[in-house]
Structure formats: C-alpha cells, structure tokens
C-alpha cells in the first residue's frame, strides 16, 4: 500500500505541531520516522491512522484520499498500528488475544493461525498465560503480532524497541526484517541502531517541520540531522 501524506498542518491552542509536512512511502517500502521528543512524529502517525484530523492537507492510501475517513474505516482498508503504551486485553491470555485479532482478519478460518503466530512472535511458552502477566519485551512481540495478524497492507510501528533487553531487540528486528513486501512500514523509534538496520528510507522531524528525507547514508550524514538529533543519539 502507497501512503501519501501531503502538506499536514496540526495545530493545539498556539502551537503548532505540524507544519505542512509531506511523506510519501512507496508500496512495500521500509520507512522511519525519527527526531526528537516533541517532534511531531507520533501526530503525523495519529493523522495518518485517522485519530486526528489535520487543520490542513490530506493522507491518500494507494491514491485513495482518507482525510475524513474514521480509524475503524482506515482499520478495514487494511492499516494496522501499534502504540507506545500498551493496548492488551490483559485478563485474556495471549492466545486468546491473538484468536480475537486472527478473527477480525482474512485468517479466520485457519486452525493453525494462532499456533503459528505465536511460534514467530516466539510466544508459544508463554501462550496460556494473562497478557498482563507478560514482561514488557513480550507484550511488545504480542502487540507486534497482534497487529500483523489482522493482516495489514500498512503497518504503523510506535517505538517497538522501547524497553527491550539485547536479545528481545534482536528478536523485534528479526520479526521485523522478515515482514512479507505486502507489507509496507512506517516505524517511530528512538533507537537509532535498529532505525539502521531496518529503513530503506528515513524521513527526519524537528518542532513539527520536515528537515530531512532520504536513504540512511543521505540522512546519517545530513549536517542539520547530526546537530539536532544524531548528535544527541
């Protein structure tokens, strides 16, 4: 799925937020989003899943514009998201949320679906237990898979790496870089190490402004990217 993002301006009270900032990520493309805290990555990702209407300019899905569309109409022309904060049902155990978002996609009727979800998320151990009882590397695998079991045609991954320990990182970006090219991905995250290893393309924010847009080498070496945010990393 193409994403097109043109001129988006948000504004709260005063402040502005987004100053007509555009993104165009190819079908199949991996994306990055960085900058610092306060950026506006996670507005631009609120507008482009639907949950926030820009004062100004429109997002278009393989041409389509969905400016006005709802989240749960974005939700069915396949957009899957996940958040900073987690978004469990944290009595059901992990099965059982992975069975209620197989349901929702073209999955359903698949008995090994869940089995298999499970195995790739590397949750099968822990597939019985409340969600709630998870650590917080697990419960990012779930909510990655989560979202990739509805079958999205655009993912949109909100810091995935936030908190995870060595070896759950290098599972994430394992998980990551085996998504299927159906799959196109939009990811904000602070790690720069695995914005790297993963972006094709990386498009840089700072208060709300686009100052950057190219291939990792192109940004890496971009002085203005290096003086308000590599520099900091």
Known sequence: MRLEARQISVRFGALAALASVSLDVQSGERRALIGPNGAGKTTLFNVIAG????????????????????TWRRARMSVGRTFQRSALFPRLSVSENLELAVRRGALGGR???VPDRLAAAGLSAVAERPAVSLGHGEQRALEIELALACEPRLLLLDEPMAGLSGAERQAALARLRNLPRSVTLVIVEHDID?????????????????????????VRADPRVQEVYLGRS
């Open 51 to 70: 949950e926030l209407r820009p004062a100004s300019g429109s997002v278009l899905l393989d041409g389509r514009d969905v400016t006005s569309l709802p």
């Open 194 to 218: 695995a914005v790297f290893a993963i972006a094709e393309r990386i498009t840089v924010l700072d208060h709300g402004v686009r100052i950057a847009d190219g291939t990792p080498a192109e």
């Open 111 to 113: 008995r090994r679906a």
